[in-house]
């Protein structure tokens, strides 16, 4: 059959608007059967199927295939070893496509060829059909890299015609078309690879800054932080001082919101105390007993003292000799037991509740409170004396607002806490929700941080992996009303360098917003320098405009 010029240009015709299907096709696996059934379309063939080189580039393995005569075996069909010293006596003619970069036309598989067919032969008693014609189409780009082998079956131009032969005119076209396909198969598969690669560097990222934030708090000091977890500016500033304070005896104030680990800073500094770290460190939360029960809790009793109190008891003061005293929410303390607390301080001694002679005690106290407690003086609901008596060395502890960079580093540390608890395996976390969490208010602080975690750890699956939905409902509304999700297509093109730039700008139009706009923290989060990240906000559209590419 003769292939004349109008053919042809159908043929290109088509060659045009089957290119143009495939460069918008994001699935390497699904790519690869529209490039099989444009190639059938170009050549007639009745079915067809494609062989991938894995990665190792030994085999060659049967990836999509098509038509019905193939589809009863194509649970039959076995990847093709290239290796030489494993092929028998004649040639298979899928290896010698591959290894040759040549199209192979074979008008008639029964004649004899010099290739071995036995396989083909016993795909097609299993069938009940008949191979004649076929076109093996090497997968090369225009450089000649191999991806794999198109193999084609019976060319049938009319449906109730016979088989014929592949003309020797299409063959050109056929590779031609092969090579661009090939071209945007190995860009899609580089793109889904390079997808993995990011994820893959950002998990080793957060592992690093991890690791850098402890071997900087190691060698920081002589502080022995254990499980407070930070190295944002705010933290530092913290542990300078409670690295100025543990070696002496004086009272300790500390300031801050519910949930930003108060008890754990007051148990760090009688940790690292050479003089009492040995001995009990005794915390109370002020607010948690009504004011009978804090005084006898606090100050003990004498047998005989109220009704009830049938034997001795010490108070948690008296209890706490030696060591350190921990009062929590201060400020919800009675003023009864303030003046109580304020002789404690003074005298250092305890008189238990029907005691007739007061116990001297040796303790350090550290006090905390989330309340301004200048405003309960104001209102009479705090004694200022107290007050002055507890403020010697004031450490005001930051929100976790004011120190978003330590997200991170907690967020690894109670997955890894909190999966050993519930005896899981947790493999990491995405850096979605680390965005997501970050761009939280997170009003209970450390506290709040650690509950999200944990419920996202038992959603999880053993082995898995933690994701967006593992997190609250409410967290990934708010997100998304926040930051709208990106438009990876706001910059045009189909090259795989514009669909690189897509995924550049979306990555940092993410940051930028994650960091409320702040370039130097996205910089530093991104790890380019500032200059080269106002470059990049410039050539995206992104300086003027940060949600140009959402």
């Given at each position: 059959m003769d292939y004349s010029i109008e053919d042809s240009v159908l043929a290109l015709e088509e060659l045009v608007q089957i290119n143009l299907?495939?460069?918008?096709?994001?699935?390497?696996?699904?790519?690869?059967d529209k490039i099989l059934t444009a190639a059938r379309k170009l050549t007639a063939a009745e079915a067809g199927c494609v062989y991938i080189l894995d990665r190792k580039k030994r085999y060659l393995i049967p990836e999509?295939?098509?038509?019905?005569?193939?589809?009863?075996?194509?649970?039959?069909?076995?990847?093709?070893?290239?290796?030489?010293?494993?092929?028998?006596?004649?040639?298979?003619?899928?290896?010698?496509?591959?290894?040759?970069?040549?199209i192979v036309n074979i008008a008639d598989a029964y004649q004899y060829s010099g290739f071995d067919f036995s396989e083909l032969y016993r795909l097609d008693k299993l069938a009940e059909r008949k191979t004649n014609s076929m076109l093996v189409v090497p997968l090369t780009d225009f450089e000649g890299v191999s991806l794999g082998v198109m193999k084609l079956y019976n060319r049938r131009v009319d449906e109730n015609g016979e088989v014929e032969a592949f003309p020797d005119q299409i063959e050109g076209l056929v590779k031609a078309f092969a090579a661009q396909a090939v071209v945007v198969a190995e860009n899609t598969r580089l793109l889904a690879d390079n997808r993995v690669l990011i994820e893959q560097l950002d998990k080793a990222k957060q592992v690093l800054e991890i690791e850098n934030q402890q071997l900087k708090a190691s060698m920081g000091g002589t502080l022995k932080v254990d499980n407070i977890i930070g190295d944002s500016p705010e933290m530092r500033k913290v542990f300078n001082l409670m690295e100025k304070i543990v070696s002496t005896n004086a009272t300790v104030f500390i300031r801050g919101e519910t949930g930003t680990g108060k008890e754990l800073i007051a148990s760090c500094i009688h940790r690292n105390s050479a003089q009492r770290s040995k001995q009990p460190f005794v915390a109370q939360n002020c607010a948690a007993l009504p004011e009978e029960l804090l005084e006898s809790e606090l100050f003990g009793y004498k047998k005989g003292a109220f009704s009830g109190a049938s034997s001795d008891k010490k108070g948690l003061i008296e209890l706490a000799n030696g060591g350190t005293l921990f009062l929590d929410e201060i400020g919800d303390m009675p003023l009864k037991l303030?003046?109580?607390?304020?002789?404690?301080?003074?005298?250092?001694?305890?008189?238990?509740?029907?005691?007739?002679?007061?116990?001297?005690?040796?303790?350090?106290?550290?006090?905390?409170?989330?309340?301004?407690?200048?405003?309960?003086?104001?209102?009479?609901?705090?004694?200022?004396?107290?007050?002055?008596?507890?403020?010697?060395?004031?450490?005001?502890?930051?929100?976790?607002?004011d120190r978003r960079e330590d997200i991170p580093a907690l967020v690894h540390y109670f997955v890894g806490h909190i999966a050993e608890q519930y005896n899981k395996s947790i493999s990491g976390i995405k850096p979605a929700v680390l965005d997501v969490i970050q761009a939280q208010p997170l009003p209970g602080n450390i506290r709040e941080l650690r509950n999200i975690i944990e419920r996202a750890v038992l959603l999880a699956p053993d082995d898995g992996v933690i994701e967006l939905i593992h997190l609250p409902d409410e967290m990934i509304r708010s997100k998304r009303q926040a930051v709208p999700?990106?438009?990876?297509?706001?910059?045009?093109?189909?090259?795989?360098?514009?669909?690189?730039?897509?995924?550049?700008?979306?990555?940092?139009?993410?940051?930028?917003?994650?960091?409320?706009?702040?370039?130097?923290?996205t910089a530093k989060a991104l790890g380019v320098s500032r200059r080269s990240l106002v470059e990049k906000l410039s050539r995206y559209n992104l300086r003027e405009n940060p949600m140009a590419c959402h």
């Open positions: 299907s495939i460069t918008r096709e994001k699935d390497v696996k699904r790519l690869l999509v295939t098509q038509g019905e005569c193939l589809a009863k075996v194509s649970n039959e069909l076995k990847p093709v070893d290239l290796h030489i010293d494993q092929r028998s006596g004649h040639t298979d003619v899928v290896s010698w496509a591959a290894l040759s970069g040549q303030q003046t109580k607390l304020l002789r404690v301080l003074q005298e250092r001694e305890v008189r238990p509740l029907g005691a007739l002679h007061p116990v001297k005690v040796d303790i350090r106290v550290i006090a905390a409170t989330h309340q301004n407690l200048a405003e309960l003086i104001d209102k009479g609901e705090f004694r200022e004396d107290l007050y002055y008596r507890l403020n010697v060395f004031p450490i005001d502890l930051p929100a976790l607002k999700q990106p438009d990876v297509f706001c910059l045009e093109g189909d090259s795989l360098k514009d669909t690189m730039q897509r995924l550049e700008a979306k990555v940092i139009a993410d940051k930028l917003q994650a960091h409320k706009g702040n370039q130097t923290r």
